[in-house]
């Protein structure tokens, strides 16, 4: 664990911190911690959010008939190459990972035997 101290801080952008952090129900440590994740987060390549998410997939793909006995029916989390979490709900599993691990990509499909087919008619033109 280490300590920052910051001086020199507006105090209108402290207020403000300190109220949204009182809005959100969390400490103002736990808000500076997610925006640097964040900020963080966005200074990375692209390519490298979009390789860490391709190893995912490929991590379920080749994990998902062991997976199907303990997830089936269910969206499961996925992040760096292990089930972070699980839900029927996957809007309540994507809030709860995005409180527990901030604004980052996480990989969250259906855990079921077949994918899921959608025929999609293309509208025919008339000459």
């Known amino acids: 664990m280490s300590t920052i101290y910051l001086r020199g801080i507006r105090e209108d952008i402290v207020r403000k911190a300190k109220a949204l952090a009182a809005q959100e129900g969390i400490t103002l440590k736990a808000l500076v911690e997610r925006s640097i994740e964040v900020e963080t987060q ?3 390549p692209a390519e490298s959010r979009l390789s860490e998410i391709a190893r995912d997939i ?3 793909d080749a994990n998902k008939a062991g997976l199907l006995a303990q997830y089936e029916g269910q969206y499961v ?3 760096s190459e292990q089930i972070v979490d699980h ?8 809030m709860r990972v995005t409180e527990r691990y901030g604004w980052r990509t996480v990989y969250i499909p259906r855990c079921q035997r077949s994918p899921r087919v ?3 008619r293309s509208p025919r033109v008339v000459r």
């Open 77 to 79: 989390a996925v992040l």
């Open 87 to 94: 839900d029927h709900d996957v809007e309540a599993l994507a």
């Open 118 to 120: 959608i025929d999609v």
């Open 42 to 44: 966005k200074s990375r």
């Open 58 to 60: 490929d991590w379920f």
